[in-house]
C-alpha cells in the first residue's frame, strides 16, 4: 500500500497543477470581461483570438498606473511573502522542529503554499497539502503538520484582528460604505462609537491572548493529542511577522492606486482586512467578485476603474504571479519525489 501512495502523491500534485493553470486562464478572462463587449467576443473567440483580447484588456487597465507604482508594488509583495515564510519558521519554532531546515526551504515552501491555496481556495486544506508533503519528506509527523498549519492560520487571524482592531479606534468610518451592500446593510449599520468599541474589544483579545501566554497556560489535550499554549518568544514574533505580511499585501493596493482622492494607508489598509476576508470566508478562489464588491464599497470617493486597476495589480502581484512561479516548483517536487520512491523500490 505504501508503494502505491508513494505513486499516488505525484499524481495528486500533477492534477493540483492542471487544476491551476486552467484556474488561471480563468481567473484572467474574468478580470478582462467585465465589459459585456468584451465578454460576448471571449465567449465566441478561438483560444488565440481570447488570448490576444485578454492581454490588450489589461494592458489598457494598468497603463497609466505609473512605473514607480509598480517598483513599490513589487517590494510590497517580497515583504508580504517574506513574511508568511516566517509565519512558517514560527510554527516550527513553536513544534521544536526548526533545526535541520533551512530558511531557503521554509521560505520556497510557505511561497507554493500560499500560491497555490490563496487562488485555490479552500486555504487550510490546499496549503495543509503542500506543507504535508514538503515537510514531511524532512520528518514531521501528521500530527506536527497539523500543529503547524493551524499555527500559521491563527498567526493570519490574530494579525487581522490587531490591525483591524487599530482600524476600528483611529478610523471608526470605514465600515459606514459597506451598508451599500444588499447582504451587510443591516450588519454595518452602527455607529463610529460602536465601531470603536469593536476595535477595541479586537485589542482586548489580543492582550488576553497575550496574557494566557504569559502566564503560561497548561497545554490542551484531546486523548492524545496536545496542543501547547504559544509561549512569549513566540506571541512576540507573530506581533511582528502578521501585521508585516497584512501591511504589505495592502501595500500593493495603496502603491497602485491614484494619488488624488487616495485616502490614506490606514483606510486601504482597513478595506483589505475586510475584503480580503471576506473573499477567504467566501472559499471562493482568489476571493473574486467578493474583494471587488467589498473594496469598492469601502472606498466610494475613488473612481471605480481606478480601484479595480489597483486590484488587478494586486491579484497580478499577490495571486497570479506567485501561482505561475510556483507550478514548476511543485511539478520539480513531484519529479523529485517520484524518482526516490522510485530508486528506493524494493523488487517485486
Given at each position: 500500500m505504501k508503494r502505491y501512495?508513494?505513486?499516488?502523491?505525484?499524481?495528486?500534485?500533477?492534477?493540483?497543477?492542471?487544476?491551476?493553470?486552467?484556474?488561471?486562464?480563468?481567473?484572467?478572462?474574468?478580470?478582462?470581461?467585465?465589459?459585456?463587449?468584451?465578454?460576448?467576443?471571449?465567449?465566441?473567440?478561438?483560444?488565440?483570438?481570447?488570448?490576444?483580447?485578454?492581454?490588450?484588456?489589461?494592458?489598457?487597465?494598468?497603463?497609466?498606473?505609473?512605473?514607480d507604482a509598480f517598483l513599490h508594488a513589487a517590494l510590497a509583495t517580497l515583504v508580504a511573502y517574506a513574511a508568511l515564510a516566517w509565519y512558517d519558521r514560527i510554527a516550527l519554532i513553536h513544534i521544536g522542529k526548526?533545526?535541520?531546515?533551512?530558511?531557503?526551504?521554509?521560505?520556497?515552501?510557505?511561497?507554493?503554499?500560499?500560491?497555490?491555496?490563496?487562488?485555490?481556495?479552500?486555504?487550510?486544506?490546499?496549503?495543509?497539502?503542500?506543507?504535508?508533503?514538503?515537510?514531511?519528506?524532512?520528518?514531521?509527523?501528521?500530527?506536527?503538520?497539523?500543529?503547524?498549519?493551524?499555527l500559521c492560520s491563527f498567526t493570519f487571524a490574530f494579525g487581522t484582528i490587531l490591525l483591524m482592531g487599530l482600524v476600528l479606534i483611529y478610523e471608526p468610518e470605514i465600515l459606514r460604505p459597506l451598508t451599500r451592500l444588499p447582504m451587510a446593510s443591516k450588519f454595518?449599520?452602527?455607529?463610529?462609537?460602536?465601531?470603536?468599541?469593536?476595535?477595541?474589544?479586537?485589542?482586548?483579545f489580543v492582550a488576553l491572548y497575550t496574557i494566557g501566554s504569559w502566564l503560561k497556560f497548561r497545554p490542551f489535550r484531546i486523548g492524545k493529542f496536545e496542543v501547547i499554549y504559544p509561549r512569549l518568544p513566540i506571541v512576540a514574533r507573530q506581533y511582528l511577522a502578521a501585521p508585516l505580511e497584512l501591511a504589505g499585501a495592502a501595500g500593493i493596493i495603496y502603491f497602485a492606486l491614484p494619488e488624488q482622492g487616495n485616502p490614506g494607508f490606514m483606510i486601504v489598509l482597513g478595506a483589505f482586512l475586510l475584503s480580503f476576508s471576506a473573499g477567504l470566508l467566501s472559499q471562493v478562489p482568489g476571493g473574486v467578485g467578493v474583494m471587488e464588491a467589498v473594496f469598492l464599497a469601502v472606498m466610494p470617493g475613488i473612481p471605480a476603474p481606478a480601484v479595480f486597476a489597483a486590484l488587478l495589480v494586486w491579484r497580478m502581484f499577490y495571486l497570479i504571479l506567485p501561482l505561475v512561479i510556483s507550478l514548476p516548483v511543485v511539478l520539480a517536487f513531484e519529479r523529485d519525489q517520484l524518482k526516490r520512491n522510485t530508486r528506493i523500490a524494493p523488487p517485486p
Open positions: 501512495l508513494d505513486y499516488l502523491w505525484p499524481i495528486i500534485g500533477l492534477v493540483a497543477v492542471v487544476w491551476s493553470v486552467d484556474l488561471l486562464w480563468d481567473k484572467l478572462k474574468a478580470e478582462a470581461g467585465t465589459d459585456a463587449a468584451i465578454e460576448a467576443l471571449l465567449e465566441q473567440g478561438s483560444f488565440w483570438d481570447n488570448l490576444r483580447i485578454v492581454a490588450t484588456r489589461i494592458g489598457q487597465k494598468i497603463a497609466v498606473i505609473p512605473t526548526e533545526k535541520g531546515i533551512s530558511w531557503s526551504y521554509i521560505s520556497l515552501c510557505s511561497f507554493v503554499t500560499y500560491a497555490l491555496s490563496h487562488n485555490i481556495g479552500a486555504s487550510v486544506f490546499s496549503g495543509g497539502m503542500v506543507r504535508y508533503r514538503a515537510y514531511t519528506a524532512k520528518g514531521l509527523t501528521a500530527a506536527e503538520v497539523a500543529v503547524l498549519v493551524a454595518f449599520a452602527i455607529g463610529d462609537g460602536t465601531a470603536r468599541l469593536i476595535g477595541i474589544g479586537m485589542l482586548a
